[in-house]
């Protein structure tokens, strides 16, 4: 009994002092792998942060004010566009209601004109052939046809009447008769001259229709 007990003391005594070695190289072990992790993770958890952040600020980034006298040049310049533009448009209308006004005007002239070329055509038809050569009269014949070409030179033409179609924007018809020589709806006589002014009738020319 007393060899077996001293046999196993001696065992154990050996285990113990196995032990400590053991235990000290799994702490050795142990402390030489864990810093290594625990850097890269922090270095991981800090990355990935700042790469949050940098995101948020480029999402939600506000936008830049305006300054204040840019602001103030914007609006004046489109407050003188807008009156640029208003006084072009007034300047049209007020140009067109003068040329307006100016026909107008000169087409009364012309209304109130008009019964003297009447009456000069009627004085010089009324002459007789042998005293054509009379003095008085070729000089009344002179300031007739002098009058018609002032107005011809002012605008104002006559309106053809004889032969022509009837045209109730140009022409009056006080008369009507029925000619077989001549064609459907046709002027065969003038009673009064017509006269325009640029695109406006004056006055209507007074005619005789046929069929």
């Known amino acids: 009994m007393t060899d077996t007990n001293t046999e196993k003391d001696v065992e154990l005594e050996e285990v113990i002092e196995e032990t400590p ?67 072009d448009n ?42 054509r050569d009379n003095a008085f009269v070729d000089g009344m014949d002179k300031i007739y046809k002098q009058m018609l070409s002032m107005l011809s030179e ?7 009447a004889v032969g022509k179609e009837f045209d109730p924007n140009l022409h009056n018809a006080v008369m009507h008769v029925e000619l077989e020589e001549a064609g459907e709806n046709t002027i065969v006589e003038e009673f009064q001259k017509g006269y325009m002014y640029h695109d406006t009738v004056v006055r209507h020319s007074m005619v005789k229709v046929a069929n």
């Open 90 to 131: 007034f300047r049209k209308r007020t140009d067109k209601e003068k040329s307006q006004m100016y026909d107008m005007g000169a087409k009364s002239i012309v209304e109130k004109i008009l019964p003297v070329i009447d009456n000069f055509e009627r004085g010089l038809a009324a002459v007789p052939e042998e005293e």
């Open 154 to 160: 002012a605008g104002v033409v006559q309106i053809e």
């Open 21 to 87: 070695e053991t235990a000290q190289d799994l702490e050795e072990t142990v402390s030489d792998t864990e810093p290594e992790s625990d850097v890269s993770a922090e270095d991981a958890d800090t990355s990935e942060e700042s790469e949050k952040g940098d995101g948020k600020k480029g999402i939600f980034k506000k936008k830049e004010k305006k300054d204040k006298r840019d602001e103030q040049i914007e609006e004046l310049n489109d407050k003188l566009k807008r009156q640029m533009a208003e006084f």
